[in-house]
């Protein structure tokens, strides 16, 4: 016999755990169906461990330069299979934190494998057979996972995902990252710090090729400084698999030449988690993976919605939230919800330095037929980023010359995946260049240069 809700979520990640807590809130009687973990991979897999790893990166570069700050510290070192304890650690924690939060607010939980069955319908395979579960709508929030393209396919042992980076069977002394998105960066950012002589290749004319120009060219001075060898227009044509070391043959600028690992990180995208849900049965269309949706997330199937990865870019953990309650509340019949505005949404990747965005880059502006004014502040001209001895980075700032509308903003340096909110609410408000110059920012702090980028847009800073 079925089991009968209001709402059905197919998929715990960030997405589908707050539109199931979202939609309880609600009054909604609400099912969470979750094959794996509770927190999806991202919690597990993806922006909490990876962060847990960096920040172990973090402080033990910080250690390598203690007489900087007068200290002494020495034998510095570290266990990696202790660094990724704690990573584990982490994850473990907060995955049974949800767990605790469908309890708190009466979420179902059932852990089984989901796939339409037909209207308002839903069949999970679980441990102990088969149930049906019935809902008048149902939302999918599967995710996404590595994309592997053919030759470059991951074994776990030489070459490795994002899932065998985060708990790596040995530390690489020379290491091949294939792809430069914020997946590939961070990992590359914290093996490096650690020691591996790190390679990135990427196939777009720079690193990070979703970031402003600008901030993608200060990033990998920073990258190359720190040792890290860039080769950008290349890529990876094939693997040769051999006992403890893999041949890469890299092409670059018409030629193809060879170069030796131990070991090689695949960062080259995601795909969506489509398969096995009954979608093409269901008359839900697909496209290169992901499923096609309206501004409110409508699959374009009557009672069933899709959201975060699933749903296409910008695959960011925050975006899927956002969009998980903004369907619960559709669902629930409120009249007051707004479609999530991807142009507002920021972008973060916390190699060292951070790098974090939100809204256009300036090449975009001026391909949308913007006339502009863009306002640039140096981390050497403000005191508590010299204080905090991270003299390395810059804030930008883009407007539009006629309205004093923020059109984006763009940084990389210490702790800018923190400070690119002031901009996000800035942006959502729709504030304007005038609010931001009449604001007054505290001192001594980083979000000072927020304010000298803004006046510098306009002739005015004062610190440089």
Request: hydrophobic share 40%.
């Amino acid at each position: 016999m079925a089991r009968n809700f209001d709402m059905i979520v197919i998929g715990a990640g960030p997405g589908g755990y707050v539109a199931a807590i979202r939609g309880a809130q609600l009054g909604l009687n609400v099912a969470c169906i979750e094959r794996e973990h509770l927190g999806g991979i991202c919690l597990n897999w993806g922006c909490i461990p990876t962060k847990a790893m960096l920040r172990s990166a973090e402080v033990y570069h910080l250690m390598h330069r203690a007489k900087d700050f007068g200290l002494s510290a020495e034998g510095i070192g570290y266990d990696l299979d202790a660094v990724v304890k704690r990573s584990r650690g982490v994850a473990k924690q907060l995955s049974g934190g949800i767990g605790h939060l469908f309890k708190k607010n009466k979420v179902t939980t059932v852990m089984g494998d989901a796939r339409l069955a037909g209207k308002g319908r839903v069949t999970v395979t679980t441990d102990t057979g088969e149930e049906e579960l019935t809902a008048p709508a149902i939302v999918l929030a599967t995710g996404a996972r590595a994309r592997e393209l053919p030759g470059l396919e991951a074994d776990g042992d030489l070459v490795w995902t994002y899932k065998h980076a985060l708990q790596p069977p040995r530390m690489p002394k020379k290491l091949l990252v294939i792809g430069s998105g914020a997946i590939g960066i961070e990992f590359a950012s914290f093996f490096n710090t650690l020691g591996a002589d790190t390679t990135v290749v990427e196939v777009m004319d720079r690193i990070l090729p979703v970031e402003d120009e600008e901030i993608s060219a200060f990033a990998r001075k920073q990258f190359e400084k720190q040792g890290m060898t860039i080769l950008q227009k290349a890529i990876v044509k094939k693997l040769d698999r051999g006992k403890g070391k893999v041949t890469a043959h890299i092409e670059s600028g018409g030629k193809v030449e060879t170069r030796e690992f131990d070991s090689v990180i695949s960062a080259v995208g995601i795909v969506g988690n489509v398969e096995g849900l009954g979608l093409e049965e269901a008359g839900v269309t697909v496209d290169r993976s992901h499923v096609v949706t309206d501004e409110y997330c409508r699959t374009g199937v009557e009672g069933v919605y899709a959201i975060g990865d699933l749903a296409g870019a910008p695959w960011l953990a925050h975006k899927a939230s956002h969009e998980g309650v903004m369907v619960a509340e559709l669902i629930a019949g409120r009249n007051d919800v707004h479609p999530i505005k991807p142009g507002s949404i920021a972008g973060c990747t916390y190699c060292h330095p951070q790098v974090a965005s939100v809204g256009l880059t300036e090449a975009q502006a001026k391909e949308k037929g913007y006339e502009i004014n863009v306002g640039r502040f140096p981390f050497i001209g403000n005191g508590k980023a010299i204080a905090l001895g991270e003299p390395e980075g810059m804030v930008k700032t883009i407007f539009d010359k006629a309205t004093g509308e923020l059109l984006g903003a763009h940084m990389v340096g210490a702790e800018v995946t923190e400070l690119i909110q002031g901009y996000v609410v800035g942006r959502q408000l729709e504030t304007t260049e005038e609010d931001l110059m009449a604001t007054v920012f505290p001192h001594p702090t980083l979000s000072e240069m927020m304010h000298e980028s803004v006046l510098d847009a306009y002739g005015r800073a004062i610190h440089f």
